[in-house]
């Protein structure tokens, strides 16, 4: 597909009469980014430079069309069938294990987590990854875009996976994502215990047909499940997920306390933090004390 687009674009630098430099200065980069492109030989474009492109070339939106096959080329095999049925899909359920879905990924989370992938063969390769996540993205602000349910496992909140700054910055992108009526984020917190998708993530998605597939991923595998009977059981587990979680409300309470760096709060206190705060509670409320863990009683007024 690198190639297709490749080519095409020279075909249409070519129609419009321009030289690799006039289209560099007309997209905004050089004459060799060009003929990297050209020839396949570097990078993939990113989404922004396939738009420039198009633009400059008058493609009247080819390369724009073209761009998402090529993008899909930086990931492995198994992901991109999935990737293919989510562009399509009119409704995604989400249920993440350990990390922010990748739809509400900001770039530099993106950029760190993709760091962590094995496969990952060069740096100029992850920022092809980096570009492809993002572009897909998009699709999110569109008119038509998809509803998206994302169910996230507590340990999203509690395990950094890049610098404090990077992770503030990504619990407020949630935060800011949740504004969206289309979108919703609920917490699976640490005390539901045991539930039916314990070991990786689950997606179900709803196609323009009504149809459903799901999709289960763990660090290095993906499967796409089709068959009815199969997506059936998986679309009840994520319901139970569903349920087992906080409500939203309290859900985007506890990405805010992890943004703010007080998520130990949302935990239940020790024996002896609740016994300090009784004592408080009672003394605001009456003066009364907690001595050996017994109430004192009020000593009886004298009568008149």
């Known amino acids: 597909m690198a190639a297709l687009f490749g080519s095409r674009l020279r075909r249409l630098r070519l129609s419009a009469g ?6 560099g200065l007309r997209a905004n980069t050089h004459s060799t980014r060009i003929n990297q492109i050209e020839r396949t ?10 738009r420039a492109l198009d633009e400059a070339v008058g493609a009247e939106g080819l390369l724009i069309e073209l761009w998402p096959y090529v993008y899909r080329e930086t990931f492995p095999d198994w992901s991109r069938a999935f ?3 989510s562009q399509r899909a009119v409704v ?31 740096a100029e390769q992850l920022e092809e990854r980096v570009a492809a996540r993002l572009g897909r993205q998009a699709r999110l602000e569109q008119s038509d875009g998809p509803e998206l349910w ?26 800011t994502a949740a504004a969206d009526p289309r979108i919703t984020l609920q917490v699976l917190p640490f005390r539901s215990g045991g539930h039916d998708a314990m070991g990786g993530s689950l997606t179900v998605l709803t196609m323009p047909d009504g149809s459903e597939v799901a999709y289960t991923e763990g660090s290095d595998y993906g499967q796409l499940i089709e068959d009815p009977q199969e997506v059936k059981s998986y679309s009840v587990a994520y319901d139970r997920l569903r349920a087992l979680a906080l409500p939203p409300n309290m ?17 239940v206190p020790s024996r002896s933090a609740r016994r300090r705060l009784a004592q408080v509670q009672l003394q605001q409320s009456g003066g009364r004390r907690l001595r050996g863990g017994r109430r004192q009683r009020p000593r009886p007024r004298p009568r008149p």
């Open 18 to 23: 321009l030289t690799q430099a006039e289209l």
């Open 41 to 50: 030989t570097g990078a993939k474009p990113t989404l922004e430079l396939a």
């Open 83 to 85: 990737m293919e049925k």
């Open 92 to 122: 995604i359920r989400q249920f993440m294990a350990a990390v922010v879905p990748g739809l509400l990924q900001t770039e530099d989370y993106a950029r760190d987590l993709l760091r962590l992938d094995r496969s990952l063969a060069s």
């Open 150 to 175: 994302a169910v996230l496992d507590e340990a999203v909140l509690a395990r950094p996976l890049s610098d404090p700054a990077v992770m503030r910055a990504q619990f407020a992108g949630l935060l």
């Open 251 to 267: 859900s985007l309470d506890m990405i805010r306390s992890a943004m703010e760096d007080t998520h130990d709060a949302e935990r």
